[in-house]
Each structure stands twice: as C-alpha cells, then as structure tokens.
Nanobody, 121 residues
Framework: QVQLVESGGGLVQAGGSLRLSCAAS?????MAWFRQGPGKEREFVAV????????YYTDSVKGRFTISRDNAKNTVYLEMNSLKPEDTAVYYC???WGVGFGVRRSDYRYWGQGTQVTVSS
C-alpha cells in the first residue's frame, strides 16, 4: 500500500522561499506535485521519474521551482523560490507506477492529504 505524507507548507511573503517534502511508503514511484488554488481546478506543477533522472515543469513555475528526490529516504521535495501570490494553493503530492511523465490528475493513483502554501503580497 502506497502512502504519501506532505509537509513544509506555510505562510511566506512574495519573493520568499519554501521547501515542501513528500514522504512515500510502499515503493519507488514516479512522483509529482499538483496544486489547487482558491476556486480553481487542481493543476499539475512538476514531476520527477522514479530514478530522479528526468523532471518536467509547468511553464508558470519554470526557473523558480525545483523538484528533486532522495530515494534513500523515499522522499520527494519541491523547492519553491521567488514565490508569488498566485502560487497560493494547497499543494498535493501524487505518485504512480510506470515510466514516463504524467501531467493529468487521472495519471496518478496515489495522493497525499495536501499542504497549504500562502504567499502574501
């Protein structure tokens, strides 16, 4: 059984930084971060393959966010820099078996409970 537990959210001023963590149990899977802002659909943010060899980002976070993983700790990270108020959302960790990238909610079977990120202007 795969379980995901996120941590690291909080309140930060615009221009600041946060690092989210997602601890996974049950295997080494392809992992992604999604987010859901107030009144918005849940959207893809970033993905990393099970080996950590490849990553992919949505355009709005390229150059500001970095996804990485430590397979020895079974943990995936999302380093978020130059945060903007529009980054305010609940951030969810997601996981899937298999190769390649998934950028749709339906690509992922396993989800964490979410962690709130609030960026003040």
């Amino acid at each position: 059984q795969v379980q995901l537990v996120e941590s690291g959210g909080g309140l930060v001023q615009a221009g600041g930084s946060l690092r989210l963590s997602c601890a996974a149990s049950g295997g080494t899977l392809s992992m992604a971060w999604f987010r859901q802002g107030p009144g918005k659909e849940r959207e893809f943010v970033a993905v990393i393959t099970s080996s950590g060899g490849s990553t992919y980002y949505t355009d709005s976070v390229k150059g500001r966010f970095t996804i990485s993983r430590d397979n020895a700790k079974n943990t995936v990270y999302l380093e978020m820099n130059s945060l903007k108020p529009e980054d305010t959302a609940v951030y969810y960790c997601a996981a899937r078996w298999g190769v390649g990238f998934g950028v749709r909610r339906s690509d992922y079977r396993y989800w964490g409970q979410g962690t709130q990120v609030t960026v003040s202007s």
